[in-house]
C-alpha cells in the first residue's frame, strides 16, 4: 500500500513562506493524481490543490490561488506545497493524498475521491 509522509511544516509569520513535502514509499507517485488537503480546528478537511500525473494540470482553492504552488517530482517520489505570503487564516494541519488514477476529480474534488493520505502536519501563521 502508498504510503505518504509529510514534512516541512512549523510556525511562521504573516506575510512568510513555507514549502510542504510529501514523500511516497512502496509505490512510485508517477501514475497517482495527488491532492493537498488542510483542516482547520473545528472546521472540515478542504481541498488546496490537486495536480495530475505528468503535472499536466493543477487545481487550486480560490482561497490560495496566487499563493500556493503545487509541484511534484517523480524522480524523487515527491510532492511539493510552496506556500507564500501566509495569512492566519492558512493555519491548519496539512495532508497530501493520491488517487488511484491520473487525473484530478473537477477542480479539486472531496475527501472520499482520494486513496491513501498522509498523517498531516501542523502548519502555524502566526506573530
Known amino acids: 500500500q502508498l504510503q505518504l509522509v509529510e514534512s516541512g511544516g512549523g510556525l511562521v509569520q504573516p506575510g512568510g513562506s513555507l514549502r510542504l513535502s510529501c514523500t511516497a514509499s512502496?509505490?512510485?507517485?508517477?501514475?497517482?493524481?495527488m491532492g493537498w488537503f488542510r483542516q482547520a480546528p473545528g472546521k472540515e478537511r478542504e481541498g488546496v490543490s490537486c495536480?495530475?500525473?505528468?503535472?499536466?494540470?493543477?487545481y487550486y482553492a480560490d482561497s490560495v490561488k496566487g499563493r500556493f504552488t503545487a509541484s511534484r517530482d517523480d524522480a524523487k517520489n515527491t510532492l511539493y506545497l510552496q506556500m507564500n505570503s501566509l495569512k492566519p487564516g492558512d493555519t491548519a494541519v496539512y495532508f497530501c493524498?493520491?488517487?488511484?488514477?491520473?487525473?484530478?476529480?473537477?477542480?479539486?474534488?472531496?475527501?472520499?475521491?482520494?486513496?491513501?493520505w498522509g498523517q498531516g502536519i501542523q502548519v502555524n501563521v502566526s506573530s
Open positions: 495536480i495530475t500525473s505528468s503535472s499536466v494540470i493543477t
Open positions: 512502496r509505490y512510485t507517485l508517477e501514475y497517482y493524481a
Open positions: 493524498a493520491a488517487r488511484n488514477v491520473e487525473g484530478c476529480p473537477p477542480q479539486i474534488g472531496g475527501t472520499d475521491e482520494y486513496d491513501y
